[in-house]
């Protein structure tokens, strides 16, 4: 994103590429980075949503690219806030995905709930509480070694 690399239509379109500049969220003809994900009225609803945006406003109101935006939220905010970031701006980008390639309409709720399931999923997945049961084949294989080894 902060590479310029994602194929955002106003970019596309300086590239060479013949397409329509307009948001599909808003309609607005003007579909830049800073756009898509800060100034598009729709995106405020979700950020809103997000209890994050009074940071997101202030940053905006310090810097003067999209990019440097980004960055300095990312130095900013809490870790947590941070993954709450980064969910929120995928769950955006796939929402504008969704609505160019499939014409698939959704609601600002629809956005936030996937990103906030994104980050739960990752917590799960990653909880160090997780422990496989005492008759895996790790645990087999484990007791299996720790016999082997002679002690003097």
Not at 4 to 13: A, Q, S
Not at 16 to 31: A, F, I, L, Q
Not at 117 to 126: G, I, K, P, Y
């Amino acid at each position: 994103m902060c590479q310029g690399c994602l194929p955002i239509r106003v970019g596309l379109l300086d590239k060479g590429v013949r397409c329509p500049t307009h948001c599909v969220s808003c309609n607005s003809n003007y579909e830049d980075l800073a756009h898509l994900i800060f100034y598009c009225p729709f995106v405020v609803h979700v950020w809103h949503m997000t209890d994050i945006w009074g940071v997101i406003q202030h940053a905006i109101q310090s810097t003067t690219l999209a990019t440097e935006t980004i960055l300095l939220l990312l130095d900013t905010l809490s870790a947590e806030q941070n993954q709450r970031l980064a969910v929120t701006l995928w769950s955006l980008w796939k929402h504008r995905n969704l609505k160019v390639w499939d014409d698939v309409t959704e609601v600002s709720a629809t956005i936030v709930e996937r990103a906030k399931n994104l980050v739960d999923n990752w917590r799960l997945a990653n909880a160090y509480s997780i422990v496989a049961p005492a008759t895996s084949a790790t645990t087999l294989w484990w007791g299996a070694f720790s016999r082997s080894i002679g002690y003097n």
